[in-house]
């Protein structure tokens, strides 16, 4: 009986084998044949390189066309999954940056561990003289007739400290920004509403889930219970019209993640998903519409405010005011394009508002307001 295959044809096969998988890379770039599920996070594809005798005799032209062809070439996103995939599952590692992969899969940031240990302790004498030029600007907003209110997030550190991995000695725990800065505030006049400590009291008796396996900010019906609070409390400082509340119609159960349910998990960009366990999500909507009369309401936050903001707090709830990101970028963007705090009067912005929010999660305490306090505070001449 004659060989199926000679020792040339197997030779051959394997030889066509290995060139089509060459090529197919180049084949996915030029064609997009198949389609590839794109990665999330912070990374950016570099511009075609321009070639001129500058660029090509400094090694410029060279270097950024390299990473400019690794950056386009095909399957690229798929081959970084798998790699990341194998990292995970292999050796228990997060190829995203700053995270912390914690006991029984619960997925942290680096910097919510820092939060609930104290390493980013930022001293009392530094907190203390934050503090004191926030009672300085709440005397004079409250002359105008604006309050301001300090909102104390909950990190994932300090709600679930208990899965945070064992590199970390949750024992040695030192001094918390959280700690500081509730009680230095707690001795003023400005309004503090501490969700910090309202969550840690309703961990083991609510019904659904304060927090995510497997994402950083607090869960979406977590978020849904802080919006609910946060209307109600402004209401009763209000004087005249109200914003609109919540009508919360149900809530359901669900197995797959919606929105920041599962960020952390997101930006690692695997293969497979992580387990997690159910979720629950609201269906609620605002009572009535605001008026022109209805309170405005300045924020100024971190991440924590983005689910409330794209849900429609900002525009339906407080009267189309504004949305601070980190007392930088504005939103939303009413000002062509060049939306950042630092090219508005900021004195002149505040003033057109009846409350100015400021929201922070433990994890940023030991940057404040991001720099909001102290520019109010020149701006306002206060430190003559």
């Known amino acids: 009986m004659k060989k199926i295959f000679s020792n040339r044809n197997i030779k051959v096969i394997l030889f066509t084998i290995i060139v089509t998988v060459m090529f197919l890379p180049m084949l996915q770039r030029m064609t997009k044949l198949i389609g590839e599920k794109q990665l999330i996070g912070a990374y950016t594809i570099p511009e075609k390189p321009k070639l001129n005798w500058v660029t090509w005799f400094d090694g410029e032209y060279q270097k950024t066309t390299e990473d400019y062809v690794q950056a386009k070439i095909g399957f690229r996103g798929t081959f970084v999954r798998i790699y990341n995939q194998l990292q995970y599952s292999l050796y228990n590692q997060a190829r995203a940056k700053d995270v912390i992969i914690g006991n029984d899969g619960y997925l942290y940031e680096e910097n919510y561990i820092d939060a609930y240990l104290g390493t980013d302790f930022i001293g009392e004498d530094s907190i203390d003289m934050k503090v004191n030029k926030l009672g300085a600007i709440d005397k004079v907003l409250k002359a105008k007739g604006i309050e301001i209110v300090v909102v104390l997030a909950p990190g994932k550190g300090s709600f679930y400290p208990e899965f945070i991995p064992d590199q970390y000695d949750i024992n040695?725990?030192?001094?918390?920004?959280?700690?500081g800065y509730s009680k230095a505030i707690a001795k003023t006049d400005v309004h503090l509403v501490d969700f910090h400590q309202w969550f840690d009291d309703m961990k083991d008796t609510s019904r659904y889930?304060?927090?995510?396996?497997?994402?950083?900010?607090?869960?979406?019906?977590?978020?849904m219970l802080v919006l609910d609070s946060i209307i109600t409390y402004f209401n009763a400082?209000?004087?005249?019209?109200?914003?609109?509340?919540?009508?919360?119609?149900?809530?359901?159960?669900?197995?797959?993640?919606?929105d920041s349910d599962d960020d952390i998990e997101r930006g690692m960009n695997l293969l497979f998903d992580i387990e997690d366990f159910p979720m629950a999500y609201g269906h609620y909507n605002f009572k009535d519409s605001v008026t022109e009369k209805s309170p405005k309401v300045l924020t100024v936050g971190d991440s924590y405010y983005w689910g409330m903001f794209n849900w429609g707090l900002t525009e339906f709830g407080f009267n189309k005011a504004q949305f601070w990101f980190y007392n930088n970028e504005i939103y939303p963007d009413i000002y062509d394009g060049d939306a950042k705090v630092s090219n508005v009067d900021i004195v002149?912005?505040?003033?057109?508002?009846?409350?100015?929010?400021?929201?922070?999660?433990?994890?940023?305490l030991h940057k404040f307001c991001f720099g909001f306090i102290d520019q109010l505070y020149d701006g306002y001449g206060l430190a003559k």
């Open 348 to 364: 002149a912005e505040v003033e057109k508002n009846d409350f100015i929010l400021l929201l922070v999660t433990d994890a940023n």
């Open 237 to 258: 400082l209000a004087k005249y019209d109200k914003i609109p509340e919540l009508n919360i119609s149900r809530v359901e159960w669900s197995n797959n993640m919606r």
């Open 172 to 179: 040695s725990r030192g001094k918390t920004n959280f700690e």
């Open 209 to 223: 889930p304060l927090f995510p396996k497997t994402g950083i900010h607090w869960s979406k019906y977590g978020e």
